[in-house]
């Protein structure tokens, strides 16, 4: 079984626009790709307005890009930002409800898998501020400073910690106390 060459570029509209490969070098594995493109790469997959309506639309549109294996169609639908309105019972023609709005209108989009030039990305490194006190603490004490970004994603990285030091149990988890004599306690075991 052979690997799938995708091709290498900047965006995925480069590779709309140049193809069939005007000046698009293609690579099936990352290391070919870098040592093709001479810088890092990462493989990213986009997806491509606009939206068709109808399946048949959309391949006929990008016909040539959908014999590669690295394109393909992909269905979503319109996003809207209106709220439902609350539906109210109404007898119209011997029906006690309205008709259903109607649903979302699916749109057909190009979706491109490749190799983009540029740096990969970049890890999130841990951070430099060790936290002195707990973030529940910071919430709880009126500090009179701003906590910085990076100060306040410290905190969220940092352990779990006790707020303060636990106090000593007077009872265990295998001991009871008689209803007869409070004063005493026996372990039951």
């Not at 690579?27 to 093709?36: I, N």
């Not at 549109?61 to 209106?82: D, M, P, Q």
């Not at 060790?130 to 990076?150: G, S, Y």
Request: charged share 25%; with cysteine; proline share 12%.
């Amino acid at each position: 079984m052979s690997a799938i060459a995708y091709p290498i570029a900047h965006n995925a509209l480069d590779i709309v626009l140049n193809w069939p490969k005007n000046g698009l070098s293609v690579a099936a594995r990352e290391r070919e790709a870098h040592d093709l493109s001479g810088r890092p790469v990462t493989f990213v997959r986009e997806t491509l307005e606009p939206g068709f309506p109808s399946e048949d639309a959309a391949r006929a549109h990008y016909a040539v890009l959908l014999t590669e294996a690295f394109a393909t169609l992909i269905c979503g639908f319109e996003r809207t930002a209106r709220p439902r309105a609350q539906m109210t019972p109404v007898m119209t023609e011997g029906k006690r409800w309205p008709a259903m709005p109607v649903g979302p209108v699916p749109l057909w989009k190009l979706s491109i898998g490749y190799w983009k030039i540029g740096h990969a990305r970049a890890r999130p490194k841990p951070p430099s501020v060790t936290p002195h006190l707990q973030a529940r603490a910071v919430r709880k004490k009126a500090l009179d400073i701003e906590l910085t970004p990076e100060e306040v994603r410290a905190l969220a990285h940092a352990p779990l910690m006790a707020y303060r030091p636990q106090k000593a149990l007077d009872i265990g988890l295998f001991e009871f106390i008689p209803p007869d004599n409070p004063d005493i306690i026996i372990p039951d075991e």
